[in-house]
Structures are given as C-alpha cells and as structure tokens.
C-alpha cells in the first residue's frame, strides 16, 4: 500500500501538491484553454477564422437564398455589372456571377479542406513510419518524396488531366492529396527523429512496446500541433493547386465551377468587366489569406511559440549537456 | 567615488573597487505577468578580487551579470545602479556600452559549443576582439599574431595552426579557451565568468579553472565567478555570495561561509552535496519543495515554505541582509558576512549541522549487503562487450569517416543487491554500454547475461520476459515522461505491455506513487504539472512497477538541481535497502556515485581501466586516471581545497575512431610522461590487462601505483 | 567534398532520368492523341490512322518507346511533335526565353527577399515589420495568375492613362520586331521583360523575406551574437557580420525548395504574357495531347530542379564550414 518512505518524502509530497493545486486553476482544463486564449489574443488569426466560418456558411447555403442558380442562365442579362437582380452581376451568356462564385467557392473549398486532411494523414503515416523505422523503409519512402518533389504537383495533374476529364471531381482531390504530402512528411520524418531519441519512447521501447504502437500511442500524438497547423496550412496550398489546374482547364470541368475556372473566364476581360476577374479573384484571395492567417495564429498559440520555447529547451539542454552526454559527433575528433 | 582611480604600482591598475551594484531590479514579462528576476541585489567588486555568486537555476545570478554588460533583451526592465570604476552603466547607449564591452569588463559564457560564430575562425574571432577596439591602430597581421599569442596563453597546443581552424572543429574545453582568449584579449579589468565550467567535463572544467586563474594573474582584474557548484568557487574565490529566488541571501569572505553558513539556504545547500572525500557515508539533506516562481512573491522570506526552521515571523517580512560578523575595515570593499535570515542565532549553535537541521539520516542498508558477494545471485553480467559503429562527420551532408569503438571489450558484473557505479567522461562509452545492455540484442562481440540468461540466445518472447526484470530510469525527467499521457498511465504502461489485468494496475498505480513519495491523485496529472524531482520520481515509479531485480540508472540526477537531488538519491538509497534491488548507476560526478554505489567502474575510450569496491577505489587509486579524476573534483572547502594538489590531464579525450596505441590514456597520462624512453615503449606498444591488485580491485596499467588524491 | 558533390550529382542525374520516365509514362497512358484524327469530322480513313498510330509507336509498349525517345535525347533528337514538327530546334529557342525569365526573376527576387527579410527581423513588431509580414502574407495567398493578370492590367492601364497611351510596358509576347541598333532591341526587351519579371519577383521576394526573417530572428537570440557584442561590437555591427552572416545558411536549402514555386509561377506567367517558353508549352503539349513534348518539357524541369538542388548543396558548403571537410 502506500506507505511514504520518510517523513521528509511526505513533507515535499504535501508542498508541492500544495503548490500544484494553486497552480490547477488555470491548468486543470489543461492545454486546450491556454492554447484558445493564446489563438483568440491574436486579432488577425480571428479574424480569419471568422472569414473561413462564414465563406462555408454562405457557400454551403446560397442556394436557400440566391434567386438564381448557378447553372440558370438569364438570356435578358449578359455582361451586366452588379445589380439588385443579378448581385455580382453576370458574364457573357448571362450566368448569375453571385451564384457562380458561391457554388465556386464550395468547390474549392471542400477540394481544399479534403485534400489537406487527406495528404497530412499521408504524411504522417509516411513520415512516422520512415522516421521510426528507418531502414530501407526510411530509404525508399524519402527516394519517393524526393521523386515527388522534383515534378512539380501542378505538372504531373496536368499530364493525368485528360485521364479524368468528365470523372468526378473526387479524383481530383485524391491527386492533388498525392502530390503535395512530401514536404509535410519530412517534417513529420525530421520530428519522429527527435522523438526516437526522446527518453520516453526510449522507455516504451525498453519496456518491450512493439513498433507501430509506439508510433500510434506516443509518436504521433505528440506531433498533433505540427499536424493540425500543417494541415491548416496546406488547405490554402491545396485551393491554390486546385484553381491553378482549373485555371487552365485541368481541374474542376465545365458545366461545374470552381474558383479558377471563374477566373479564368474572368481574366480576358479584366479591363472591360473587370467584375468577372476581381469577384472570384477577391473570394480566392481572401479565403487563402484567412486559411493562412488562422494557420499562423495556430501555430503561435499551439507550438508555445516555436521560437520562445525552442531557445528555453536550448537553454535547459545546455545547462545539462557537459554534465552528461557526449559532446555533438563533429567534435569527436576534434584533438586527433 | 567618481574621482580619478588610483593606480596600483604592481599592475598599473586602477585599485579599489572595480565594480559596484546597487539595488539592482530586473524583471521580465512573461506568459504569467512579470518575472522579478533580480531583486534589490547590491554587491561590489574589488580590483583583483574573485567575488562567487552561487545559485541554483532561476536565483537571478546570470541575469544581473548580463545586467552588468548591457545585454539583456530589450523588453527586461533594469532599475537601480551599477557602477563600473566610479562610473554609471545604466542608462549609456550602445555604442557607448560597446567601448566598454571587451576592453574593460569581458564575460566568459556558459555554453562554448555555442558562444562561438560558426562562420569565421577561432583566431579570427580573437583578432575580432582586439581590432574592434584598437580603432585601426592594429593591422590585420598584428592582431592575428596576437591572437595566437593569446591562444597559446590560455594552452591551445599548436596555436598558430589552430587559429586557423572553426570553431566545430574544437572540443568544448577548447572552445571555452578560446572565449577565454577573447575575454583576456584587451586585459580588462573585470571579468565575469557564468557558469564557465557547468558543460565540461570534470578534467577539462578544472583545466579551464586553470585557464582563468591564469587569466587572472595576468590581467590582474577582478572575477566574477557565477556558479550552481559549490564545490567550483571553493578554491578559486575570495568572498561569496548566495543567491535565491532574485536576492543575495548570504554573503561573506568564502572561509567564513562554508565554516558557518548562517541562512538555512545556504546550510542545506552545503548539506545536500555528497562529498567525493567522505570518508564513510554521509546522511544527505534533501530540501523539500522547489524554489518560488518570481512572477507573484508571497510576502515573507521566500525560502521560508523549503526551511525546517521558519516560524510565523518568517512568513510576514522579507528579511534584509542582516550583519553577523563585521569584516576587515581597511579592505576596498565590504566583506562583512551578512545574511538574510532572522533565525541566524539557531544556526551559531555548535549542533546546528544541516544533518541535524533538516533532520536527514543514514539510510540503513539492505539485508542482502551483510550475505557475502560471493554468496548472492549475479543480476547482471557483462562480458568482454564490444559495440563498434561507423561515425559520420558534417550536420547535413553526412559521410562516413572511420569506425568508432565505443565499447571496446569490458567486463563487470552485479549481484543481488549491489550498486555497481560506471563513470568516465563524455565520449567514454559509458552510455553505449547502456544502451547495448537495455536493447537485449546480441552485441557485436560479447554477451551480455541477465539473470544468467544470455541475450543473444533468447527469442522474441523470453526477451520480453526478461525486460520485466531490468527496468531504466533516464536522466532527464523533462524528456522521460510523454508529456501527453498522465502520469497514471505513464505509471501503467509498462504493466499494460505486459498484459497486465486491469484491476491490478488499478490497485498497482497509487501503490508505486505512495513508494516514490507522490500521492495517489497525483495519477490524473500530466507531466508538466510537476517539478523537476517529482518527473525523476514518476519515472522512478515507472522502473519499479514491473518489480524489477535490477534498474539501469542513467544519470538520474545530474539534470536536476543540487538541492532537489538529495531528495532523489536518498530515495534510490531507501528503496534499494527496502525492495533488494541492485542498480546500474551510470554517472559523470563521482561523488554522487561515492554517496550511493558499492562498486565501482571507471571507464576511458571504451575500456574499464579500474573496477573495484567503491572504498578501495576512491581511497587508493591506482590508475592514473582515476587519480586525475579525483583530483579534479573539487570539494566544498575552502581550507582543503586551497591546500589540495592537483593532477591536471593534458589535451581532450581522444577520439574513439583512432584510439592510441597500447594504453589509450598514454597521451594525457602524467605517470607516462615521466617516464623513461624505456618504459615509455611498454606502453605504447603493450595495452595494459587488466590484473587483480587486492581483493575486489582490478587495475589495467602497467605503472600502477598507490596515490592518494581526494 | 568534392567527391561528395559528384556523387550527389550521380543521384541527382538519376532522379532526372526517373522522373522523367515517370511523366512519360503517365503521359502516355493518360493521352489518346489519336482523338483528333478519329473524332475529325468526317472521321479520318482507318488507314491514316494505323499509319499516324505507327508513326507516333504507339504500337510499342511504353518502357520502349521511352527507351526509343531517350535514345534521341542522347544524341541530341527530342523526337517529333503530333504533327511532325522537329522538338529539338523548338526547345532552345524555348528554353532561352524561360531561362531569361527564370534567372533574372530569382535573382533580383533572393537578393530583395534577404534583404526586407532581414529589415523586418531587425525591426520586429515595428511598422516596417507588419508591412513586410502583410505583403508577405498577401502574396503568397495569393495565385500567380492572379497576380498576373492583376499586373498586366494594371500596365496596361499605366501606358493609358498616366503615359497618354504610349505603349512602354508591353505585356503580349517576349520580344517585338525591331530593326535597329542594340539600344533598340535591348530598350524592346526591356518593355517586354519587366511587368513579367515583377510577377515572378512579387512571389519570391514574399517567399525568401519570410524564411529570412524567421532564420535572422532565430539568429537573434543566439549565444554567438552576446559573444560578439560582450567583445565590444556594437549591436548593428555584430548584427550584419556574425548575424547576417549565419543566418543566410539555412537560405541554400530554401532556395531548392523556392525553385520548385518559381518553375510553378513561370508556367502561368508565360501563358498569361504570351511568352512562347516552356510553360506555354507544357499546357499546349497537354492540350494537344502530345507525349514527346511534354516529355521534353518534363525533362527541363527536372534538370532546372536538380541543377538547382545541387547548386544548393554547393551554396551550403560555401556558406558553413561545417559542412565542408
């Protein structure tokens, strides 16, 4: 049972929950309360967030409110600048611009969001694998990511487009989810290095915790914040890849829309209707902006300032290095 | 005060006191609100004096001497006065700091393998210091013949050639040399050295303890020594000054305070220490708690929640410094010893030792250590290990530049119950051997038996087995927790790996918190609700759940501070008495391993070149470097340590890719250097077995002889 | 080190070679380039088909006609188009004005990016910090054929309305017809060149300023720094020589990864200016539906990424001694 070995033990024991008690306050809750005020103390990161909220929003629901749909033509109307009918005005052959740019807007963005949660769920699996493992699992998987990255994603979608024009759009999201896990997955692979060496996975190892267990229990768990920041992040890199494509006619196919197509139909006409380019241009910008602000906010909020808390572990290294392990490996050799 | 210094006639330096700090106040925000680092804190300096300041982590100790060089961060808050050679630093601008900076007061930092800029060369960093304030009076070429000169001073060997190298290519003892020569380049008249040793090795740290006694005489300026080792200022300063939570609480000429600490602080301190020249086991004071956060000082002595003697007095008042004895009156600066405690009378009382005060005692040994060793079961042995990997230079583009021989054929075992103690330098191979023991798998030469079960016999279900009976304890407790699992689970793990039934870890979990001293609701807290000892603790639990018969120990308190580490080492004492375990206890400070091993093992480059009880070894060595290590540690006393000799290597462990010939210690060795041309063959050619000197004593030289050191 | 650098180069030589391989696979099963003769109306004779089916060895198993197209490649014939035009002659002149674009655009955007990246983590949380930071931010969230388009109307609306209607910024194609001395061709050329070349600046000034300031405010705090200033540098001064210095380390490795953005942003720039580079034709070769030319296309990249990956190894072992034995 439990029995304190000595007086003094107890005496510590009894402080110091003492203190931890006080300290519980704002601890009990835990991470998750700090983290909410660090992100809500950063304005722009809100406000992002709020802009991506209400993008959804609006473009999950237009189709309640918009007197037009996005594939209804209005013969009477074309190239007509915004008005009380037509709010975003129309283009050539009479297509509602508000109704376009929302049901656009849906596309790129469940593109974006399903892509980015796809390709960071690629990433980590590879990354933690090649990390922990090592090998020639290590070895082959970063010779694909190298491969990967030296094709820039935006070609090889290009090259496959014709493959799946007029399939659905979900094997779009699959290939641009493909082609944009590298560079995610060397920072995940970089992470699972450190935390190999970490003593506690150390502990898990010598404790007889079989691999992919470690992986699952304490690896990748205690990469969570980088994965929801990269994750965040790559939403706006996977709307960019999507528009880009579509841009060119690689993407989301006619009669559907994305943001890109719009702008692209838009970009000849920049000058004489310039609604038709800036609407989906601003919508594109400011999503990707928002997505991109929230994404910082989240990574000063969850990573306790990756520059702060990096130099305290520096320090806190430091202060035990040369009491203890061996110096860095370059220096090995220093005096011979 | 402002008036003209006088000079001294001896070193045409200003005499009198260099440096004064008045009232000093720095505070920081932070996260939580604002950190009062330093708080109130007045010292002086005299002109060729060494003043100590010593402290644990977060006592205010570096960042008033950052204060005093004008680099704290832009967003700290200084108030108060430092006054350097009669005149105001606070308050001068950069540009005006930057022409005191270097010439007249210089700092050697903490951490060598960083102060350095990668990018340029060592001598050119040197040559740096002295161009930037001969304002073009130098030419290139002078001051790069000055920096060899310098460098050569501070004992690089081949100084001109080395200049010219980077600072990666240097070894952490060479790099602190260095900074050292950059320290010394313009012959200031202060120096300020923080924590200058903390990350060196104990060889180099009394090397470059060397250095800067060196650096003193020849510049004849005042030192600064700031310092969590009480043992590092002992010899080396003149008057001392204790530091906790932002305020000096003690200070005093050096002799005085260790002979009779009048702060409870600083008595714990001197008590938690284990002394490498005990001559039998000394009780340990742990001081309960951890140090305040200084964001939101409660009223009151700051130490009084850690001190056995607070009464409710205490708790009201912050006590000022209080005079105990008055000091010499005609010296440049005051060296009353006073203290910031209002119970300083309970501490004159003749029984007042830190044992008495903290009420700590001897912890009675197990049962088991009266049966003979012959007698008990062998837990651990280990026999001619070898574990050799291939090395590869360069941070990014990697290749391979020769064979290490980490572990390079070493034998020792461990019964029933004993602690057997490995230590030796960074780079010695003494973690690897660990780690080749914890893998369980076949090494490359050798075997490893736990048990009397031969690992690289076993299959893939006998070795799961055997982990339940050789658990590990990490060094640091930051990282030796998943700072996302409670510590209930952290506690379970191991037993849920070993399948375990869930009613017993239930019943199990709050039983092993109670065996370490924690308490049961402790369970549903994360690691990073806990203190430093309390993490060693929780990972002390984890070890113990599986009932292991033997635990590997690496480093298990060096990551913590002095005070906290008693408390960790008297409950390894407590627990090895009550549950019969034997340990592995793998450290660099040899007195921790005085305090707590039976055996000992001293390794160099990969080899074991002196094993024996624990008495026998600290007492008689016979190994040379045994007898350096020794000798380089430094003790907590003044009177001793002043009087002590001391053996100090030569040069930097050698790298283990190209051991030297025969005896690998040969090129550092003292006894080797005295030596005949003769002799000397024998051990270039002949590496020395290892041979029983006595009993439980085995020795690997060929000139072993008896020295006593400690 | 040297050694090192040519092993580094085998690998990468490789890499080229796979990749390739690999577009020309994907391409070839993604294309049917025999559509337009099929769906031509009235539909072509089967005859001609079997014939431009032969001629295009589509007949052959893909690793083959791979082989077949490497075998040209290595003597220097990067094989035909679909409608039988020689690729060889097309790609230099191709290439050259992608190369144009490229190198200047990467220049004169590393050496701003440094700079506004250093500025702003000298001066963090100053005006000129969050200025730098929005501008930053808005770009990269911001496509490049937006950016482009936004650029060439904006030229266009420049040479209208503020120069009277001459025509200084030319944002159709990469060079005018001009007769006349070097002045003339080089004043064309610079009319053609610049609107194209801020597109491509914009997005990597945003993109080297933002690694830059974060590396420089890595290097702010770091030990060498206080060495530098206790020895008696002022802050400035050690700031641009130990600081600076250090910082531009981590740059080298960027600057492969930047290459890849670059390649990305020079397609859409082409295409948007009228620029008959590689880009334009990649996404004509697409369109068209042709193997050889995307192969070709393929292949410059891959080497532009390479030689850059490598002459970013180069960069690493000039810029830290560490690296370098």
């Not at chain 2, 060899?148 to 010219?164: F, M, S, T, W, Y």
């Not at chain 3, 994907?26 to 001609?48: E, G, H, I, V, Y």
């Not at chain 3, 144009?100 to 001066?123: E, M």
Request: charged residues 20%; aromatic residues 8%; neutral net charge.
């Amino acid at each position: 049972m439990a029995t304190p070995l000595n007086e003094a033990d107890l005496a510590d024991s009894a402080v110091t929950a003492a203190d931890a008690r006080s300290e519980k306050s704002d601890k009990s809750s835990g991470r998750g309360k700090l983290v909410a005020r660090r992100f809500f103390r950063n304005r722009l990161a809100v406000a992002g967030l709020i802009v991506i909220v209400l993008f959804y929003l609006l473009a999950f629901t237009y189709s309640w409110y918009s007197p037009w749909a996005y594939d209804e033509l209005d013969p009477a109307a074309t190239l007509m600048p915004p008005d009380g009918t037509h709010w975003f005005g129309t283009n050539q052959i009479g297509g509602d611009m508000f109704a376009q740019a929302m049901r656009g807007l849906q596309k790129s963005l469940t593109i974006g969001l399903l892509a980015a949660l796809f390709s960071t769920g690629v990433a980590s699996i590879v990354g933690a694998a090649a990390g922990y493992l090592g090998g020639w699992t290590d070895r082959i998987s970063m010779w694909i990511v190298d491969l990967l990255l030296i094709l820039p994603p935006f070609l090889i979608i290009s090259i496959l487009s014709p493959a799946f024009r007029g399939k659905t759009w979900l094997i779009l999201v699959g290939l641009i989810a493909l082609f944009q896990w590298m560079i995610t997955a060397r920072i995940v692979r970089g992470m699972t290095l450190t935390l190999r060496e970490r003593e506690f996975v150390k502990a898990a190892r010598f404790m007889g915790q079989p691999a992919w267990r470690i992986i699952a229990k304490h690896i990748v768990p205690n990469m969570a914040s980088l994965l929801i920041i990269d994750a965040t992040i790559n939403v706006g890199v996977a709307i960019i890849t999507e528009t880009s494509l579509s841009f060119f006619g690689f993407g989301v196919q006619a009669p559907d829309v994305s943001l890109g197509t719009l702008i692209s139909a838009g970009s000849d006409a920049v000058r004489t209707f310039p609604w038709l380019f800036y609407i989906p241009a601003g919508f594109l910008v400011v999503t990707v902006l928002a997505v991109n602000f929230a994404g910082d906010g989240l990574r000063d909020a969850l990573d306790p300032s990756s520059s702060r808390s990096r130099r305290k572990e520096r320090k806190r290294i430091k202060e035990n290095a040369g009491k203890t392990k061996s110096p860095a490996p370059e220096t090995v050799g220093a005096q011979a | 005060m402002s008036a003209a210094p006088e000079l001294s006639a001896e070193t045409g330096k200003p005499t009198g006191t260099v440096l004064e700090v008045s009232d000093l106040d720095v505070s920081f925000p932070s996260e939580s609100g604002r950190v009062h680092a330093v708080r109130g804190l007045s010292y002086q300096v005299a002109a060729g004096e060494v003043l100590g300041i010593v402290g644990e982590s977060g006592s205010g100790k570096s960042v008033s001497s950052l204060a005093v060089m004008g680099l704290l961060p832009p967003q700290a808050r200084v108030s108060g006065s430092i006054r350097f050679q009669g005149s105001e630093l606070i308050g001068k601008s950069d540009t005006d700091l930057s022409k005191i900076r270097g010439k007249k007061i210089s700092m050697v930092f903490q951490d060598p393998l960083s102060a350095l800029t990668p990018v340029y060369t060592v001598g050119a960093q040197i040559a740096e210091a002295l161009r930037v304030h001969a304002k073009g009076s130098m030419s290139k070429q002078e001051a790069n013949k000055r920096a060899v000169e310098l460098l050569d001073l501070v004992g690089i060997p081949n100084a001109a050639q080395r200049a010219k190298a980077f600072p990666h290519e240097f070894s952490g003892g060479m790099r602190q040399r260095a900074v050292i020569a950059i320290a010394i380049a313009n012959d200031p008249d202060l120096i300020i050295a923080d924590e200058p040793t903390t990350a060196l090795d104990v060889t180099v740290q009394a090397q470059v303890l060397e250095v800067l006694k060196t650096a003193q005489e020849v510049t004849g300026a005042g030192i600064v020594i700031i310092t969590h080792d009480l043992g590092v200022v002992a010899g080396f300063a003149d008057r001392l000054m204790v530091m906790y939570a932002g305020r000096a609480v003690e200070q005093g000429p050096v002799e005085t305070i260790y002979a009779q600490p009048r702060m409870p602080y600083t008595l714990g301190l001197l008590g938690s220490i284990p002394r490498v020249d005990a001559q039998e086991k000394q009780p340990l004071v742990p001081i309960e708690g951890q140090p305040p956060s200084l964001v939101d000082l409660p009223p009151g002595c700051p130490f009084s929640p850690r001190c056995p003697l607070a009464i409710d007095a205490c708790r009201e008042a912050e006590p000022e410094l209080l005079t105990i004895a008055p000091g010499n009156p005609h010296a440049p600066v005051d060296t009353t010893h006073r203290a910031a405690c209002i119970r300083t009378e309970e501490l004159a009382r003749p029984d007042a030792g830190a044992a008495e005060v903290y009420g700590a005692e001897v912890i009675e040994e197990a049962p088991v250590a009266s049966v003979p060793r012959a007698e008990r079961t062998t837990v651990l042995d280990v026999r001619e290990l070898e574990k050799h990997y291939s090395v590869t230079k360069g941070a990014v583009l990697k290749r391979k530049v020769g064979d290490v021989r980490a572990v390079d054929g070493i034998s020792f075992d461990i019964v029933e119950g004993e602690t057997l103690g490995l230590v030796g330098e960074s780079g010695c191979g003494k973690s690897t051997t660990l780690m080749e023991i914890l893998e369980l798998a076949a090494p490359s030469a050798g075997s490893v038996a736990v048990l009397g079960k031969n690992v690289a016999k076993l299959g893939g279900k006998d070795r799961k087995a055997i982990r339940r009976d050789l658990q590990v304890v990490f060094q640091d407790p930051m990282a030796a927790l998943d700072p996302r699992l409670p510590i209930g689970d952290v506690i379970a793990e191991p037993m849920v790996v070993h399948g375990y039934g869930k009613a017993h870890i239930e019943q199990r979990v709050p039983e092993l918190l109670g065996l370490v001293g924690l308490r049961a609701e402790h369970a549903e807290r994360y690691p990073a609700e806990f203190s430093g000892g309390q993490r060693q603790r929780v990972g002390i639990a984890r070890a113990l759940a599986l009932e292991p018969k033997l635990i590997v120990l690496d480093e298990p308190v060096s990551a913590l501070d002095v005070s906290i580490q008693a408390g960790v080492i008297n409950l390894l004492d407590e627990l090895k008495a009550k549950l019969g375990l034997s340990y592995l206890f793998v450290a660099h400070d040899l007195s921790v391993v005085r305090h707590i091993a039976d055996r000992v093992a001293v390794m160099y480059l990969g080899k074991i070149v002196e094993i024996g009880d624990v008495r026998t070894v600290f007492e008689i060595p016979q190994h040379p470097y045994t007898q350096a290590l020794l000798s380089a540690i430094p003790i907590p006393d003044p009177a001793r340590e002043r009087e002590r000799g001391r053996i100090i290597l030569t040069g930097d462990l050698p790298s283990p890719a190209n051991p030297p010939s025969g005896c690998r210690f040969r090129t550092r060795c003292f006894v080797f250097a005295q030596l005949s041309e003769k002799d000397k063959q024998k051990c270039i050619d002949v590496e020395p077995p290892r041979e029983s000197r006595a009993e439980d004593h085995d020795v690997a030289c060929h000139y072993a002889k008896t020295r006593e050191v400690v | 080190m040297i050694g090192f650098l040519i092993r580094r180069l085998v690998n990468y030589i490789a890499l080229c070679l796979v990749a390739t391989f690999a577009a020309f696979s994907l391409a070839s099963l993604a294309f049917s380039p025999l559509d337009a003769l099929k769906l031509r109306n009235p539909p072509a004779p089967q005859a001609t088909i079997d014939a431009k089916s032969a001629e295009l060895y589509l007949n052959q198993p893909i690793p083959q006609r791979f082989f077949t197209w490497l075998g040209g490649v290595l003597q220097g014939n990067f094989g035909r188009t679909i409608a039988d035009q020689p690729i060889t002659d097309e790609l230099f002149r191709r290439a050259g004005v992608s190369l144009r674009l490229f190198l200047l655009g990467i220049t004169i955007g590393i050496i701003i990016g440094v700079l506004v990246g250093v500025l702003s983590a000298i001066r963090q949380y100053k005006i000129s910090d969050y200025v730098a930071t929005t501008f930053s931010f808005v770009v990269l969230s911001t496509p490049v054929f937006v950016i482009a388009t936004i650029l060439k109307a904006g030229a266009q609306s420049v040479n209208d309305n503020l120069l009277g209607g001459y025509q200084f910024f030319i944002v159709q194609g990469e060079s005018g017809t001009v007769d006349g001395g070097f002045g003339d061709v080089l004043l064309d050329r610079l009319q053609h060149i610049i609107v194209p070349t801020l597109a491509i600046v914009l997005t990597q000034v945003a993109y080297y300023s933002r690694y830059q300031r974060s590396a420089m405010l890595d290097v702010l705090g770091s030990d060498f720094l206080r060495t530098a200033q206790a020895k008696g540098l002022t802050r400035r001064r050690a700031l641009f020589k130990h600081g600076l210095r250090t910082a531009l380390i981590p740059m080298a490795t960027l600057f492969a990864f930047g290459f890849g953005l670059l390649i990305t942003g020079g397609i859409f720039t082409e295409k948007i200016f009228g620029w008959y580079g590689m880009g334009d034709w990649l996404v004509t070769g697409i369109q068209k539906q042709d193997t050889n030319i995307v192969a070709t296309v393929t292949l410059f990249i891959a080497v532009c990424v390479l030689l850059a990956g490598w002459l970013a190894d180069v960069l690493y072992a000039v810029l830290d001694p560490r690296v370098r034995i």
